[in-house]
């Protein structure tokens, strides 16, 4: 069992769980922006427009970029751990990628709440 205090969850088998998790939430999100561009006779900018001015689109979209970078944070957390030997090296590169992480979310966020 993994154990580490950059992990996301302390536990590896959590983390592989919340990295199959996020991938079955974008799996959905595909299929329903898919479903959404399928069903739309004039796909334009007012269309999209509209499309995301609902609530439920934007927590939802919100939902898949979370869940995004948790599949994100997993993956390269799992590639540090396994190919970055050095401590330092790997928790300098743990930390700018945590920075990227949040700083991805909070654009996330000003995108989609903006309009």
Known sequence: MVRSATSLTGN???DWLWQRVSAVILAVYTVFIVGFIWITPQLDYVAWFQFFQGVGVKLFTLLAVLSLLVHAWVGMWTILTDYVKPAGLRLTLEILVIIA?????????AIVWSV
């Open 12 to 14: 590896g088998v959590r």
């Open 101 to 109: 992480l949040v700083l991805y979310f909070i654009a996330a966020i």
